[in-house]
């Protein structure tokens, strides 16, 4: 998985790209409303702060645009050596198309109990 930040002029924006299912599997969070990603970051957020991606998945060519917010950090230094990152919840502006995306690649392995960045 790789994360890069837009220019300054457009620093809201993060560019995510996904090319693992096993990745994809560890960052989905299914059990938010609207569902929503596990972001790995040293960069500094507030819990609420809204922010815009450019989701690549898989070998696709065309980046799939997401609004959300952030709704949890793990910091730098967390316990049990958990990635540093923030959770960002889609909003519901693109109808679930982000989700149903996800969810189509992730058929079969969201019932598994193997665990993720989140839980």
């Given at each position: 998985?790789?994360?890069?930040?837009?220019?300054?002029a457009r620093q809201g924006i993060l560019s995510l790209t996904i090319k693992?299912?096993?990745a994809l599997y560890a960052a989905?969070?299914?059990?938010?409303?609207?569902?929503?990603?596990?972001?790995?970051?040293?960069?500094?957020?507030?819990l609420g702060d809204e922010v815009f991606m450019l989701l690549?998945?898989?070998?696709?060519?065309?980046?799939?645009p997401v609004a959300g917010k952030i709704i949890w950090i793990t910091p730098v230094g967390a316990e049990g050596n958990r990635a540093a990152g923030i959770g960002v919840q889609f909003s519901d502006?693109?109808?679930?198309m982000a989700r149903?995306?996800?969810e189509g690649y992730l058929a079969g392995a969201l019932?598994?109990?193997?665990?993720t960045?989140?839980?």
């Open positions: 998985m790789s994360v890069t930040n837009a220019p300054a693992d299912k096993n989905y969070m299914q059990y938010v409303k609207n569902g929503g990603l596990f972001i790995p970051t040293n960069k500094k957020y507030n690549t998945l898989m070998e696709e060519t065309e980046r799939i502006q693109d109808g679930g149903n995306k996800i019932k598994s109990d193997r665990p960045h989140t839980m």
